[in-house]
């Protein structure tokens, strides 16, 4: 067994400290690589929260994360030693359900092994994260890495990257689209690069106007705080697609009203209470409200590819291990620009 060093939660109600643990030797089909920076998911405080209910204690959080090919498997076709290599919120699937022959891997009729607060295929082994110094996946869960960009800010890509490049990629977003991405946080800045790429007219809804600025970096459009009626009432019907990735409780209904005839809006944010949505709100305009979880294996790295030929990366603040608490306390006020990512040299 491989002796891992991590920071973990032990419960719901404690703070995550340094912790070990022994992931399995690596098989004929695994890949080994060591950690070097894992993204911090707004998911991560949901789940060693226990927020969303069914957390699995003890839990080490961490699903964007990226190293180096310390070890290979027999039958490893995709990765040699010294190998740059990812792994975002997916380490195993059925492999035989029809969304996993799909390359849907994400909704596996039978049940997918997240990277983390899960079990493994045998339903029994748990799962732990990025937030540790190496990790053991099957080959086929491990994404290529280009060396071409910057690899802590490229991290961020495995979670907050593809939760929003898929939605913008299913609902064929692009030239002549007008988008709202509403949340300018670590999901919603990769809305905004997407859909600029994509060739979309983007506005950022956000809930102050601190981020105005750093919105028309990113390449937005418009910008409208959405706490100002007047700035609110001037989109009204205006958008074809809304992606909202918002953590919190927030009203549905307003931002449906903001759609075209035939809009959709798209939930990729897991606030904690179920939404409240008036029939009204949908069926005037023949309005679409959908979900989407982030993607599977072959978007991924489709995804991964896209951002090396464009140069796209994430806006990161690297930080120490230790100060992943502080780091928390600042992602609930908002206040993250735009992901946390922890260099696990200081673990
Ligand atoms: P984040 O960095 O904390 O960003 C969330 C943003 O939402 C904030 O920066 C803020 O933006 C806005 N916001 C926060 N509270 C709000 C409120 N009460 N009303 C309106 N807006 C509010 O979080 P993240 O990591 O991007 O994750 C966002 C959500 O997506 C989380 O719930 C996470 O669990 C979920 N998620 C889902 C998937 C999936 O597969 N669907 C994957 C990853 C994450 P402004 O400052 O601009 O208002
Ligand atoms: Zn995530
Ligand atoms: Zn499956």
Request: aromatic fraction near 8%; proline fraction near 3%; charged fraction near 20%.
């Amino acid at each position: 067994m491989i002796q891992t060093k991590a920071y973990a939660a032990q419960t719901k109600e404690t703070d995550l400290a340094p912790w070990t643990f022994e992931r399995r030797e690596v098989g004929p089909h695994d890949v080994q690589f060591d950690i070097l920076f894992c993204g911090v998911c707004h998911s991560d405080l949901h789940q060693i929260k226990d927020e969303w209910g069914g957390s699995i204690f003890p839990m080490v959080p961490g699903h964007e994360i990226v190293g180096r090919v310390v070890k290979v498997g027999d039958h490893v076709k995709k990765f040699k030693v010294g190998d740059l290599a990812g792994t975002g919120c997916l380490v195993d699937s059925c492999r035989v359900c029809d969304n996993c022959k799909d390359g849907l891997e994400q909704y596996c009729t039978n049940g997918h092994s997240q990277t983390y607060n899960g079990y493994e295929q045998d339903h029994q082994t748990p799962t732990y994260g990025g937030y540790s110094n190496t990790i053991v996946v099957h080959e086929d869960f491990v994404l290529r890495i280009s060396d071409k960009l910057d690899l802590a800010s490229v991290a961020p890509l495995l979670c907050a990257g593809i939760t929003t490049y898929s939605p913008l990629r299913h609902w064929n977003i692009g030239k002549g689209h007008k988008i709202a991405v509403v949340g300018l946080g670590g999901l919603g800045h990769m809305g905004v690069k997407f859909g600029v790429a994509f060739g979309a007219e983007v506005t950022v809804l956000s809930t102050s106007g601190k981020k105005e600025e750093d919105a028309k970096k990113l390449g937005a459009h418009h910008f409208v705080v959405t706490s100002d009626p007047e700035q609110m009432k001037a989109v009204a019907g205006t958008f074809d697609f809304i992606l909202d990735t918002v953590s919190a409780e927030h009203d549905l209904n307003v931002y449906l009203g903001l759609l075209k005839t035939n809009g959709t809006h798209v939930c990729v944010g897991v606030p904690t209470k179920p939404a409240e949505i008036a029939a009204f709100s949908i069926i005037g305009g023949r309005k679409s409200l959908a979900g989407s979880m982030i993607g599977g294996l072959p978007e991924t790295q489709e995804m991964l590819d896209f951002c090396a030929e464009h140069n796209i990366v994430s806006d990161i603040e690297l930080i120490d291990m230790k100060d992943i608490h502080t780091a928390y306390d600042r992602m609930l006020k908002g206040d993250v620009r735009y992901r946390f990512v922890i260099d696990m040299a200081t673990l």
